[in-house]
């Protein structure tokens, strides 16, 4: 791209390695859920959510290991989430529920690393939670449940995380009646909540973001001083006001869950009357953000 005498390179991303950095990210993943697995909760009875816990409950009635029913109770899931979601969305799927069902088996006769429900039940969850959500981040998933609450949440008017609670209510229940006691129902329950805060925080990352926009008769004035001490991007937005018909100047920029009580302590400083609607977000990518960039 050649603009003003200067010439700028666009580095493109080689399809291949970057398709290598997935498989082998979905791999790590699936180890570490795998680990978590077969080291901490199934020896102790303890089940999650979705296939895997249906896998661990169909292992102890049919003695059968778990890893068969990783792979058989996928399945279905699968078909759907290639109609559903495309061919590259299910291969990686694929691929990461075969190598967690070829780990677990791997490490189904090893001796569990402790026998304390309590430390089982919180460390088991943390790791399965990082396997979990590492493949989630590359484009995959570990568990077709997820793809049935996906698929569903499109047209009904629940998300994706009410499905699979509800989903994996129901399977907690069952275990509970057909092999384990309420109090490893129990004890799951706990697993799946730490797993999925887990899968949250390594797809999403530690930093909460927040975006906030602000509407204030002294923008100019705002923007300066968050400029300044923030050391943040801004953005103008131009808008109109509904009754005044007047132009207004909406500031937009999006900031740290520590920089968010200094913003509002400059707002109300200089502006006390202003506007201010912060929103979470899960992620941001460009305009150097990393950097304190502008926008």
């Known amino acids: 791209m050649k603009l003003k005498g200067l010439v ?15 498989l082998i990210i979905i791999t790590l993943g699936a180890i570490f859920a795998g680990f978590g697995l077969e080291l901490f909760l199934v020896p102790n009875n303890i089940l999650d959510g979705g296939v895997i816990g ?7 009635i049919f003695g059968v290991p778990m890893s068969v029913f990783l792979i058989v109770l996928n399945i279905p899931f ?18 990461g529920v075969v190598v967690l069902s070829a780990f677990t088996a791997y490490l ?16 088991g969850a943390v790791i399965l939670g990082t396997g979990v959500g590492l493949v989630i ?11 049935l609450a996906i698929i569903v949440s499109k047209n009904r ?37 730490i797993a999925f805060k887990m899968i949250d925080i390594v797809v999403e990352g530690l930093e909460e973001l927040k975006s906030v926009t602000i509407i204030s008769d002294m923008p100019d004035e705002l923007a300066r001083k968050l400029t300044t001490d923030l050391g943040r ?13 007047e132009p207004k100047k909406i500031i937009y920029t999006i900031v740290s869950r520590i920089e968010l009580s200094t913003l509002r302590s400059i707002v109300e ?18 305009s150097n953000f990393g950097n304190s960039g502008g926008h």
């Open 78 to 95: 699968l078909l759907i989430g290639y109609r559903k979601m495309g061919i590259k969305f299910t291969l990686h799927t694929l691929y």
């Open 157 to 193: 008017p629940v998300s994706v995380g009410q499905i699979v609670m509800i989903m994996n209510v129901f399977i907690f229940i069952l275990a509970a009646l057909l092999v384990f006691s309420w109090e490893t129902a129990m004890y799951s329950i706990i697993t799946y909540y």
């Open 137 to 147: 981040r590359t484009g995959g998933a570990l568990d077709g449940t997820e793809i």
């Open 108 to 123: 189904h006769h090893l001796e569990p690393v402790t026998n304390d429900l309590f430390l089982a039940t919180i460390i």
């Open 233 to 245: 991007g801004l953005t103008f937005i131009h808008g109109e006001g509904v009754f005044s018909n």
């Open 8 to 22: 700028f390179v666009v580095k493109k991303k080689n399809p291949v390695l970057a398709e290598v950095k997935q």
């Open 269 to 286: 400083d200089i502006d006390p009357s202003a506007l201010i609607a912060i929103e979470n977000i899960a992620d941001v990518r460009g």
């Open 54 to 60: 249906l896998s661990i409950i169909a292992a102890e």
